[in-house]
């Protein structure tokens, strides 16, 4: 009987309980492309609210009176609305949100894996977007990159604030990344600028200052991340050609090649559009250049494809494939005749190269019905050079997969965490075959307070050459007598970012850096004309 009367005392409670408040729902949407939009920040007088779930939707219970309901999200103009919610009310509210064009608030992801504001991230960046490369005319991205502040490019090898000196042809000290995933040679560790898919670029971001605390081992001085683009609201077709021509030297005796012109012409396509749920861009490029120097050319063609699908079954789920191709013809510039022939290239130093190269990407991305993100990006890359002298002949592998997780806490925290892999594979004549690995674990907290943003991160990793790995950062002793060795580096990052005017942060940041030899760092062996090449390593 008291059971009974407890129950019927508790089901009047909370009836009244919950008959006092009143419910607020409905759908976040892009004004554009009508499309929900994932995550959004909806805060009641600054001190409550919830987020939008995979499908754009919110639910929220309030008691009655009045309110100020705000609609934040990163790269949207923010809104506000005022209500006054009566008791056992339920209304719908379904909020359509505008893109904010203001350069201080681009979205960017390499400064912690995460979209968020430029004006937010704690190290220094730049950005490139695709106007400034087009305005440029430049054929290839390193020539556009070369304008930035602060990065050199010299013989195709960056260089960040001058922290990594000039290293060619021993492995780049700047991370390439295409769509967050690294794109440096599996055998040499450089980058491979005609590769770069010039012709479909979102934006590029230049992250000056050690990044190995989530990029890891090649991140020793900074990050170029190139991010290709996915369709708008509407098809879109583009092509641009250019056509150039060397001009003769007022020294006759200079010029090699008098029958004809010596030109330079380049033609890259891109279409993208929206059919349903899919996603699909294409694009390609004709090169060709006849150089200026005897036996030094080039002839590429390139393509390239992006398509992603978002599932209508499985709410929050995305997935597709992005690939890129080139097939190149090259002839190389190393040594002069003698110094009255300086176009002109002594045939015992003559380099002719024919290859190909090709990236597979494929890649899940997934949103909880609590706006908590899981991706797993995956890259397949592959080279293939053969040479007129087949003792520089060259064929490599590298297979790359990251898995990763992203929460925001209660709107007060942002948690990065992921782990990553990397296989390599090469054959080559210099310096034989061999294999490289990799794995490493990362983290990264932000948190922003009003005006003053804070972030830190770490990442462990090991990585390992055939039988040379990683020195051991941690080791397990007793009496003086090793048990036990880990060979793991650790590095740590942290920042801050304080806003003291609209436009003008106070930003400083401290970042570890590390690097890993590459594979022809460690073997190469070379004989070229009456130069020979030695490895050495300090």
């Not at 001009?247 to 200079?254: A, T, V």
């Amino acid at each position: 009987m008291r059971k009974s009367i407890i129950g019927i005392v508790w089901f009047f409670v909370i009836n009244y309980t919950f008959g006092q408040n009143g419910t607020i729902r409905g759908k976040v949407i892009d004004t554009d492309s009508k499309e929900a939009l994932i995550g959004v920040n909806i805060i009641v007088d600054n001190k409550t609210g919830t987020i939008t779930d995979a499908n754009g939707k919110y639910n929220l219970s309030l008691k009655p009176g009045d309110y100020k309901i705000t609609y934040k999200y990163i790269g949207y103009s923010t809104n506000i609305m005022e209500i006054d919610i009566a008791e056992g009310e339920v209304r719908t509210m379904d909020i359509s949100m505008k893109v904010e064009v203001q350069a201080i608030d681009e979205i960017v992801v390499s400064a912690g894996k995460f979209e968020q504001k430029l004006s937010d991230v704690t190290v220094s960046l730049e950005v490139i977007k695709p106007a400034r490369i087009e305005s440029m005319n430049t054929t290839t991205l390193d020539k556009a990159i070369n304008q930035i502040p602060g990065v050199d490019v010299m013989a195709e090898q960056p260089s960040i604030r001058g922290g990594s000196g000039y290293s060619y042809g021993a492995g780049s000290r700047v991370l390439i990344l295409v769509d967050d995933l690294p794109i440096l040679s599996p055998s040499s560790g450089d980058p491979k600028w005609t590769f770069m898919p010039l012709e479909n670029i979102s934006q590029i971001e230049v992250l000056k200052g050690a990044s190995s605390s989530l990029f890891g081992s090649s991140a020793l001085n900074g990050v170029i991340n190139i991010r290709t683009a996915f369709p708008g609201n509407k098809p879109e077709t583009k092509i641009i050609s250019s056509t150039g021509i060397y001009m003769n030297p007022e020294r006759q005796s200079l010029v090699w090649k008098k029958s004809e012109p010596l030109l330079f012409t380049a033609t890259n396509f891109t279409h993208s559009r929206k059919i349903g749920n899919l996603d699909i861009v294409v694009g390609g490029e004709v090169f060709g250049d006849a150089g200026y120097r005897e036996h030094e050319y080039e002839n590429h063609v390139r393509l390239n494809a992006n398509v992603r699908y978002r599932d209508k079954k499985i709410e929050g789920l995305s997935y597709g494939c992005n690939t890129n191709y080139m097939y190149l013809s090259r002839g190389e510039f190393f040594l002069w005749v003698h110094a009255d022939s300086a176009y002109r290239q002594n045939p015992s130093a003559l380099s002719k190269t024919d290859g190909s190269r090709v990236n597979i990407d494929p890649f899940v991305t997934y949103f909880d019905k609590k706006g908590d993100r899981f991706s797993l990006r995956t890259r397949f890359y592959h080279e293939n050079y053969k040479n007129l002298d087949e003792a520089k002949n060259n064929l490599a592998d590298m297979y790359y997969g990251d898995f990763q997780y992203q929460k925001n806490i209660k709107d007060k925290f942002n948690l990065t965490a992921g782990i990553s892999t990397q296989y390599s594979e090469v054959k080559a004549n210099l310096f034989g075959n061999h294999y490289s690995s990799c794995i490493g674990f990362y983290s990264q907290v932000d948190k922003k307070i009003k005006k003053l943003s804070l972030s830190a991160g770490f990442r462990f990793e090991y990585c390992q050459v055939d039988s040379t790995q990683t020195v051991s950062q941690f080791e397990l002793k007793n009496k003086g007598k090793m048990l036990m060795e880990f060979p793991i580096y650790p590095v740590f990052r942290t920042g801050l970012n304080y806003q003291l005017a609209q436009y003008t942060f106070l930003r400083g940041s401290y970042g570890q850096g590390y690097r890993f030899p590459s594979i022809a760092e460690m073997y190469t062996t070379a004989s070229i004309g009456g130069l020979n090449i030695f490895r050495t390593i300090l």
